[in-house]
C-alpha cells in the first residue's frame, strides 16, 4: 500500500471519528 494513501486514508477516519463524536456530544447535551 502506498504510504501517501494511507496516510490520507488515516487522515480522513480521524477526521470523520472526531465530526461523529463532536455530532455526538452536541446531541447528548
Do not use: R
Amino acid at each position: 500500500m502506498d504510504t501517501d494513501l494511507k496516510l490520507a486514508l488515516t487522515t480522513t477516519i480521524v477526521a470523520l471519528l472526531m465530526i461523529s463524536a463532536f455530532s455526538f456530544t452536541a446531541i447528548l447535551h
